[in-house]
Every structure is written in structure tokens, then in C-alpha cells.
């Protein structure tokens, strides 16, 4: 279609140039093209110059500039600096309060810790710690837990000769006899009484001579019972006579008879300590020499836990103790006194004469905390023979010599020892 | 601006020089806030407040001749009014939106206003009345000051494609220049669609 009027074709690429000039502003000439004139003011009114309501924001564009480029002025040169230094800031911020809270915290815990320490709420081996740190209380169990309380018992009182022993106002005797070792220890029967005698708990180990005493003592005793026995026509426990058989060496009767002829009476240390041998008569205010001579002297130790009687500080002492010369030194020595045995200087087991006993004073000459308040080991005299009675036997005899024997002297032993392989009871005692 | 004293302006406007700044912004800023009417009429100054915030914020990045600093903040006022135009959809509109009444068509003829007073508000009214694409293109290119090339990468068109908007732009405004007064019911109605 060559001869086509292809007019409108020819129009539009006129037009286009023109519409280009018209958009590139300064090029198109509105004398040549008045058909554009009108737009052509359009588009330059479009681009005229500022007004000043569009630079009315200059202000605060200016401002956001300014708050900006603060901003990258110190983020810019030295940013990981500025980093440290924002940690450094908030650090240092921060440290003042933490330092105040971490000695807060310090402080509560350390004054509970010490509270609870005196508190004895600790674990034994903390409590260990703070008992010698700061003087808080003992722990009530062993620090180490592996070991028992009677270990720590043991450690507690090697030091000391005498095996383990516990006293009470109504002692229960218990001996066991082994090849090796010896183990004695009165049990206490609690009593009435007014201020019950405290609690003492040894286990040490014996030496030698120690331990050869104690089974002289034994079988001492063991004779006696037998004896006793064998004229109301019974005879031994089994056992005992077992080692009565083998500390005579042999099992016959006869053998055992003379064994038990020929083996001595054990003494009787404790008449022969002067404190209490004397014609005793407490004052309200003992010599506190004397007093302190009883605990350090360890005159107390050996010779403490002899008497089976009942101290009781309310007894009035009107029984007169007197010494019975007859009385055989089965009386004067019960079984616990085998402790006594190496004590005694002299030897001598008879009694000393008792003299006539004085009005007790109503306050204890020995310290509140020594035998719980109680006073005088003196039992009643040889007749009271009432173990326990404690107002019969009464407290006053300090040293009397006869009161210790309490009820023991009817034979008490042979039956203690016979009824529970060598451990008697109390009851068994009384008989 | 020659490229020898903008590159100095820009930066000193880079090193946080405050009157350097202000000389860009004196010199963009008016053609910033027209284009943006063109776009948002309602809101052409947040617009641009938020545009050269941007341009605050990038400032120390940008790196570049004049032309190519201002494609660059036409593109970022471009993209603030797109996203202003994302948030107004996603948002619910009330009853008695003001923005509403302000885009209703004016009652007076645009191309008679333009006539009688050919101010630059009623120039860029009249632009204004034309197609979004262009009178973006007719902004870009006139007001702005950028090439077709420019105006593509702006845009996301070819040249001659910005080149083929711009001319039928031209044309529609030739139109609506050199006709007689219409009611408002009549073309600028169906301009409008």
C-alpha cells in the first residue's frame, strides 16, 4: 500500500521531536510550535523557582541533620572505640549497684551462715568448721560422716586409762571379757531424782596392767558368785564359769575352788583417797582446792563411779554409816569398783571406820554442772542394802567408805553376772 | 550546580557540614515536594519530610555525580510515596476521611484554571490530572530534570518507554490546555478514571 496517506505516521515523528524539545527544558521554541505554547507554560510553571512555602521545612530538615550527623560523627572514626566506650559507660554505670548488691548478698549470707552455725543446724562437718572458726557450738555427730559418734567418742577420750564408762544414779553393769580387749561400761538407769547425774562415756583402750586387773577383778568375782551360788546349791552361768574354768585353767571344781582361794581381794582405792576417807563433813562452801582436786586429780574418774548409790541433794542424811569390820570385801567392793584397783597405796581392803554422820548442808559443795546438782557417793551403810534408796542411803557420806556397797552386798553380783553373761541389770543388782 | 562545585557541597554535606546540606536541600527540595504532590497531594510534605530523613540517614553512603544524586533522592521520595500508598491501603478508612474530600475532583475546570492563572500550584494541578504514569514521567523529566534513562531506572521502564509515556502525557495535557472549558461531570470525570 505505497500510496496510502500515511499522514498521522508523519505527524506523530514531528510531534515526538517537538514533545522531546518540550521535556528538555531551555530547548523548545515556542515561536515555531505555538500549537505547544500552552503546555509549554504549564511545564515552565511547573519547574519555576522555589517558593518559600516549600523551603518552609529548612529548619527541621536542618535540625534531623544536625541530631544525624552528630550521631555519625562519633560512630564513624572510632567505631569499635565507641563500642568499648558505650560498654565502658554502661559497665561503669552498672558496677556501683553491683558491687552493693554482691556485698548485700555477702553480708546475708555470711550472717546467716553464722546464724545457722549457732544455730547448729549445720552439717556436722560445717558445723565442725564453723565450732572452730567462730566458736559456734560443737556439732551433736561426728564431722566426718563416716565415722559414728562413738568414734568420735573414742578419739575423744583415748587420752584417758579408763574404758568406757557411764554413769547414773542406778547404774547397770555390763562387762563383756574378751582375748583382746576388755570393754566395761555402766549403763545408767534413769532414776527419780532431782538433778540426774550427767552422762560420761569413755572407750578407751586398756594396757596391759590395766587390763590384767580388771580380769582379776573379774574373776574375783567370778569366784564369789560361784561360791554364793554353790551353797545355795546352784550353779555358774555357762560362760562365766567358762572363764572362771579358764582364767583357773582347768574346769574342775576343785581347781576352780582353789583358784578362786587363792586369788586376793581386790582394794579399795577410794577409802584411801583423803578427800573422801576423811570424817567428811560437807560444808556449804567446800574447799575449792579440794573441789578442783576431785575433777583434776582425776580422783573423781576412778573413784567417781564406784559408789552405786544415789547422790540426791534433798536427802537428809540421818542414817549412820558404820563401818562394819565384819563385812566381807565383796560388800566393800562391787563390781564396778575393779576401776579402783591399782589406786589404792596401801592395799589395805578393810573399811575404815565411818564416823558419825552430820546433818548434810541443803546446797552442794560441787559445782551444779558435776553429777547433775548431786553430791556425796557415800551410800547408806552396810544395812541399808537398798540400791537406789537414794534417801536411806543418803547423800551425805562423802567418802564414808560404807556407801558404796549400796545393795550389792546381798549377793548382787553372782545373779548380775549370772543372768546376763556378766552384764547385770539393775534389777538383777537389787536382788 | 556544576559537578565540580556539587561534588564539593556534597561532601562537605558528607562530613556533616550543615550549610552544605542545606545548599542540597534548598536546591532539591522544592522539586521534591512537587513531584510528590503530583503523586500524594495530601501529604507531599511528610513525604518529603520523611524522604530527606532518608537522605540524612544514606548521606555518607551515596557517591555519585549530580544527576545521579538527584535520581537518587527522587527514588527514595518515589519509594516513601509508595509505601505511604501500601500503609493508606492496608489501613481502614473511616467515613469522614479529610483525605477523601481532598481528592475528590475540584468542581472548576483544570485546564480553565490553568488558563486564568498559570501559577506553579495549578501547573502541577493540571499535571496532576493526568495518568499517574504520566505525570510521573512529565515530573520526572521536566520538573526533576532527569534524562529517560534516568527516569527508566526510577521508573522500572526502558527509555523509550519513559519516552512514549512522556509524549502521550504531553499530548493529554495539550488537550486539556487547548479545549474549551468542560463541566466537571464531563472529561474531567472520565480523566479521572
Redesign the interface.
Known amino acids: 500500500m505505497p500510496n496510502l496517506p500515511f499522514w498521522r505516521r508523519h505527524n506523530d515523528q514531528t510531534d515526538a521531536e517537538q514533545l522531546d524539545q518540550l521535556l528538555d527544558a531551555g530547548q523548545f521554541d515556542a515561536a515555531a510550535n505555538p500549537e505547544w505554547q500552552s503546555v509549554s507554560d504549564v511545564l515552565r510553571s511547573a519547574a519555576a523557582a522555589a517558593e518559600p512555602a516549600e523551603l518552609a521545612s529548612e529548619a527541621a530538615t536542618l535540625a534531623a541533620f544536625r541530631r544525624e550527623r552528630v550521631g555519625i560523627r562519633h560512630r564513624r572514626p572510632q567505631p569499635i572505640a565507641r563500642y568499648k566506650t558505650v560498654i565502658a559507660n554502661r559497665f561503669s554505670r552498672l558496677l556501683p549497684g553491683r558491687i552493693a548488691v554482691g556485698l548485700a548478698a555477702g553480708v546475708v549470707t555470711l550472717t546467716g551462715a553464722a546464724t545457722a552455725a549457732y544455730a547448729c543446724v549445720l552439717p556436722n562437718p560445717i558445723q565442725s568448721f564453723a565450732h572452730t572458726t567462730i566458736g559456734a557450738p560443737k556439732p551433736s555427730g561426728p564431722a566426718d560422716p563416716k565415722l559414728s559418734v562413738a568414734d568420735v567418742d573414742a578419739a575423744k577420750w583415748k587420752h584417758y586409762p579408763a574404758p568406757s564408762v557411764s554413769v547414773s544414779p542406778t547404774p547397770t553393769v555390763t562387762a563383756s571379757v574378751s582375748a583382746a580387749t576388755v570393754t566395761a561400761s555402766v549403763t545408767p538407769t534413769p532414776t527419780p531424782s532431782k538433778s540426774p547425774m550427767p552422762k560420761i562415756t569413755k572407750k578407751p583402750v586398756l594396757d596391759p596392767a590395766q587390763l590384767a586387773a580388771v580380769e582379776a577383778l573379774i574373776d574375783y568375782h567370778l569366784c564369789q558368785s560361784n561360791t554364793a551360788l554353790t551353797k545355795i546349791g546352784k550353779t555358774l552361768d555357762p560362760k562365766a564359769l567358762a572363764i572362771l574354768a579358764k582364767a583357773a585353767g582347768s574346769s574342775s571344781t576343785a581347781t576352780i575352788a582353789a583358784y578362786c582361794a587363792a586369788l586376793p581381794a581386790p582394794p579399795n582405792p577410794c577409802l584411801a583417797q583423803p578427800v573422801p576417807t576423811a570424817s567428811a563433813t560437807p560444808s556449804a562452801t567446800p574447799d575449792t582446792k579440794d573441789d578442783k582436786n576431785l575433777r583434776d586429780d582425776g580422783w573423781w574418774r576412778w573413784c567417781g563411779i564406784c559408789p552405786k548409790a544415789t547422790a540426791s541433794p534433798s536427802a537428809t542424811a540421818t542414817s549412820t554409816a558404820t563401818a562394819a569390820p565384819g563385812v566381807s570385801s565383796l560388800h566393800r567392793f562391787p563390781f564396778p569398783w575393779f576401776w579402783c584397783g591399782d589406786r589404792d597405796p596401801q592395799g589395805s581392803h578393810s573399811p575404815k571406820p565411818t564416823p558419825t554422820v552430820k546433818p548434810i548442808p541443803t546446797k552442794s559443795p560441787f559445782p551444779g554442772t558435776w553429777w547433775g546438782g548431786g553430791w556425796g557417793f557415800g551410800g547408806g551403810g552396810p544395812g541399808s542394802g537398798n540400791n537406789g534408796d537414794s534417801g536411806q542411803v543418803g547423800s551425805g557420806q562423802v567418802g564414808s567408805g560404807q556407801g558404796n556397797d549400796g545393795g550389792q552386798r546381798n549377793g548382787t553380783p553372782v545373779h548380775a553376772i549370772q543372768g546376763d553373761n556378766l552384764s547385770g541389770n539393775s534389777a538383777g543388782q537389787r536382788h | 550546580m556544576s559537578d565540580d562545585v556539587f561534588e564539593d557541597v556534597l561532601l562537605a554535606a558528607q562530613a ?1 557540614d ?1 550549610n552544605a ?2 545548599q542540597l ?2 536546591a532539591l ?3 521534591v ?2 513531584y510528590l504532590r503530583t503523586l500524594a497531594p495530601t501529604s507531599a ?1 511528610d513525604l ?2 520523611e524522604t ?2 532518608q537522605v ?2 544514606n548521606l ?1 553512603k551515596f557517591d555519585g555525580g549530580e544527576p545521579a544524586f538527584r535520581a537518587w533522592v527522587f527514588t527514595i521520595a518515589r519509594n516513601k510515596c509508595l509505601d505511604a500508598a501500601r500503609h493508606d491501603s492496608r489501613r481502614p478508612r473511616s467515613s469522614t476521611d479529610d483525605g477523601a474530600l481532598d481528592r475528590l475532583p475540584s468542581q472548576d475546570d483544570t485546564a480553565q484554571l ?2 486564568d492563572n ?3 500550584d ?3 494541578a ?2 496532576a490530572s493526568l495518568p499517574r504514569d504520566q505525570a510521573e514521567v ?2 520526572l ?3 526533576a ?1 532527569l534524562d529517560a534513562t534516568a527516569v527508566g531506572v526510577i521508573l522500572g521502564k526502558s527509555p523509550g518507554a519513559v ?1 512514549v509515556t ?2 502521550r502525557g ?2 493529554r ?2 488537550e486539556l ?2 479545549r474549551p472549558p468542560v463541566t466537571p461531570s464531563g472529561d474531567a470525570m472520565r480523566r479521572g478514571q
Open positions: 556533616g550543615e546540606f542545606a536541600w534548598r527540595n522544592p522539586l515536594v512537587r510534605a518529603a519530610s530527606w530523613l540524612i540517614r555518607g490553568a488558563m498559570l501559577s506553579t495549578a501547573a502541577l493540571l499535571i512529565i515530573m523529566r521536566v520538573v530534570g519516552r512522556a509524549h504531553l499530548r495535557l495539550q490546555v487547548g
